[in-house]
């Protein structure tokens, strides 16, 4: 029912298959550009990652923390990363994938989307954290891996909704819970540097928490509204085209504002 009702849809709409073909292939020229403009253009500007591990304290003969920073994290690289992931998988879409590519699309479903969103949006989320002051290593490692659950909980809401007559939100709303927590760890740790005037957090980090929340939640509502089939939704090519450009603005507002906020040449 559902493959016939995406043919049926993507025959009447003007988006087409072979139009999203050609989209990712500009969006992909797109990232690959932004992401060696950091490579070349960014400073060697560096954040620490700590280690919070026990050790015995031989003077009170008891376990106690031991704060240590045995590496420090040099940031363009993750950010070319996060636009080069993207970039790949648009050209993967547009070259040899791009059979795959419709295949799924007729199914009302992109993997590739959720595999590439999965890595490339978790790093983006990991360093808004560091950005605050999240440097421990095992919570980097957890806020990286809940903000993939919630990515992988929209590959299972499509996945799942092949094999529904009606929508079940299941999934959306667990995806929706995942998601919310790192932000929840941002928010905590932006309250408390601002406790003092002497740690108050950059003002260009709330201009980058700030849009990026609202990217992160306008991808959730392009999910409602395909499910829904409000007005033009209701062609599941057209809310792809938006997952697309959604991607490309929310990518590139986190880039440039880290450029200019911390790795521009002086």
């Not at 990652?49 to 690289?77: M, W």
């Not at 050209?91 to 595999?115: C, H, M, P």
Request: hydrophobic share 55%; with cysteine; proline share 3%.
């Amino acid at each position: 029912m559902n493959t016939a009702m995406a043919t049926d849809a993507a025959s009447a709409s003007k988006i087409t298959f072979t139009g999203l073909r050609r989209f990712n292939f500009i969006m992909g020229c797109l990232h690959l550009a932004q992401g060696v403009l950091m490579l070349v253009l960014s400073t060697s500007f560096t954040l620490p990652i700590t280690t919070l591990y026990l050790k015995f304290d031989k003077a009170s003969v008891k376990l106690v923390q031991n704060l240590q920073e045995p590496y420090s994290l040099r940031i363009a690289p993750l950010v070319a990363l996060f636009l080069l992931l993207s970039a790949a998988a648009h050209f993967t879409l547009a070259s040899w994938g791009y059979k795959w590519y419709v295949e799924d699309l007729k199914r009302q479903i992109n993997k590739a989307r959720w595999i590439e969103y999965a890595l490339s949006s978790s790093i983006m989320i990991v360093l808004i954290a560091m950005l605050v002051g999240v440097y421990d290593l095992s919570s980097l490692i957890l806020i990286f891996s809940i903000n993939a659950c919630m990515i992988l909980f929209g590959y299972m809401m499509e996945l799942h909704n092949q094999h529904t007559e009606r929508t079940d939100w299941t999934a959306f709303l667990f995806g929706c819970f995942a998601g919310i927590i790192p932000w929840v760890v941002i928010a905590l740790y932006t309250l408390g540097s601002n406790s003092s005037p002497d740690t108050s957090v950059p003002g260009f980090v709330y201009g980058i928490m700030i849009s990026l929340f609202i990217f992160f939640n306008i991808f959730a509502v392009n999910m409602i509204l395909q499910y829904k089939k409000v007005g033009p939704w209701r062609d599941y090519l057209y809310g792809e085209r938006v997952y697309i450009i959604l991607s490309l603005v929310a990518k590139s507002a986190l880039a440039w504002q880290m450029f200019f906020g911390t790795m521009r040449p002086v």
